[in-house]
């Protein structure tokens, strides 16, 4: 392809120049790129949608997003004036899911459980549930003046000077010591054995 630019500078015709510019460019499209596209699509996003590839994780996520759903229209029907509360209550919840999880998935894969991990087990759902039930007592409120949240103390049921409220926090704290316990040591059945034959989930 050849362009031909004639620059015109003066008037007379003794001072006109010519420039010749020669541009050789050749290109094809390729329409094949819109086949790979749509197999791309096809098989990432139809094709293993349909049918997911871990179905355990599919069924948590499908649990968690329910129990979060329940959270947040509960919130926006009720409006909970102790919203601190209420979002503690959504954390401690998915902090027990996730919990459940692992130990389900750590059974379903066929791994032992040994006895510390066990007994830390046990121990993170009794606590957690005396924990939870001192929780749902409504003994302060954030939303009112410390004088109107003073109302609604116990009398003191330890040693004359904790009350309920003093119990959820010893309770809540215990609780999650043993719930980190549990992370920590769920996995100590595994210090033997290759990381590339540990199933990941």
């Given at each position: ?42 098989t990432d996003c139809i094709q293993q949608c ?87 007592q409504n003994l302060s409120s954030w939303e ?58």
């Amino acid at each position: 392809m050849t362009f031909t630019v004639y620059i015109k500078s003066g008037s007379s015709a003794s001072s006109n120049g010519v420039f010749i510019i020669h541009h050789l460019h050749s290109f094809s499209i390729d329409f094949g790129i819109f086949r790979r596209i749509f197999q791309i699509l096809y098989t990432d996003c139809i094709q293993q949608c349909s049918r997911p590839m871990y179905m355990d994780r599919m069924i948590l996520l499908v649990v968690a997003n329910i129990v979060n759903w329940f959270f947040a229209i509960f919130g926006l029907v009720f409006r909970p004036r102790d919203f601190a509360s209420y979002l503690l209550g959504i954390f401690i919840c998915n902090l027990l899911l996730y919990l459940a999880f692992y130990i389900i998935m750590k059974l379903r894969s066929a791994e032992r459980i040994r006895p510390l991990p066990l007994f830390c087990i046990i121990a993170t759902a009794g606590v957690w549930a005396a924990a939870l039930y001192f929780f749902f007592q409504n003994l302060s409120s954030w939303e009112e003046t410390p004088a109107q949240s003073r109302e609604k103390n116990r009398e003191c049921i330890i040693m004359h000077f904790f009350d309920d409220h003093d119990i959820w926090h010893f309770l809540s704290a215990t609780a999650m010591f043993f719930s980190f316990l549990v992370l920590l040591t769920l996995d100590d059945d595994l210090d033997e054995v290759r990381r590339d034959k540990i199933p990941v989930f």
